[in-house]
């Protein structure tokens, strides 16, 4: 099993531009997250999904969109980027919301400019 | 609101030298306290699971304890390979359901050989 996986690793964007973080996991799990890390504030909740077609806010979901057409992919999309998002990313997983282990993925770290 | 407080902030010790990292928690009906690793460029590996005071848990030179109020893990004899920031995490319960993980900003742990 790969577990989760994003990309890309690494991405610079222009203020006001789009673009989308990719999320996979191939564990059949059904609640998916994304976070982002920024120095001194913790892991924040962006959004979550529970399974296949269901998603919903986390902590600070403002100016990011997400979808689950499948169980396993999640991506993030970033419709108009801004300084504020610059940031570490990550996806997790887990077989449900009440699931005690969540599983990571690598992460990705977005600098927007 | 749930919240979650790590001290230190960062952490020095030399080979072999115990210590512990503290978690202070506010929140309201707690499901479960975790404790993550997190390596450099990585996502957060999950260390262990606390469900109620009282409750410890051991895995190698690591040993998590739970207070109504706290938790600590101890690092017994660290070895440089334990340098990592670890993260703590509480999850409550809220209306029988199981809410978000709430994440505190973790202690930079540095073992000097």
């Known amino acids: 099993n790969a577990g989760v996986t994003q990309t890309p690793k690494f991405q610079v964007l222009k203020t006001g531009q789009s673009m989308t973080l990719q999320c996979a996991q191939d564990?059949?799990?059904?609640?998916m997250s994304w976070y982002r890390q920024d120095p001194g504030m913790g892991l924040r909740l962006i959004h979550y999904?529970?399974?296949?077609?269901?998603?919903d806010q986390g902590e600070v979901p403002n100016g990011y969109n997400v979808s689950r057409s499948t169980t396993e992919d999640f991506p993030l999309r970033l419709l108009s980027a801004a300084p504020s998002q610059t940031s570490v990313y990550f996806c997790?997983?887990?077989?449900?919301?009440?699931?005690?282990?969540?599983?990571f993925g690598p992460g990705t770290r977005l600098t927007v400019t | 609101e749930d919240q979650v407080t790590q001290s230190p902030e960062a952490l020095r010790l030399q080979e072999g030298e115990s210590s512990s990292l503290n978690c202070s928690y506010t929140?309201?009906?707690?499901?479960?306290l975790f404790w993550y690793r997190q390596d450099p460029g990585k996502g957060p590996e999950f260390l262990f699971t606390?469900?109620?005071a009282g409750e410890e848990k051991e895995k190698e030179r690591l040993k998590a304890t739970l207070t109504k109020k706290e938790s600590f893990l101890h690092i017994t004899a660290p070895k440089p390979e334990d340098s990592a920031t670890y993260l703590c995490?509480?999850?409550?319960?809220?209306?029988?359901?199981?809410?978000?993980?709430?994440f505190g900003s973790g202690t930079q742990l540095t073992v000097l050989p």
């Open positions: 997790a997983s887990s077989y449900s919301r009440s699931s005690y282990e969540q599983y």
């Open positions: 564990m059949n799990h059904e609640y």
């Open positions: 999904s529970v399974g296949a077609g269901i998603t």
């Open positions: 929140v309201s009906g707690l499901r479960g």
């Open positions: 606390l469900y109620s």
């Open positions: 995490a509480v999850q409550a319960m809220s209306g029988g359901s199981a809410r978000q993980l709430t």
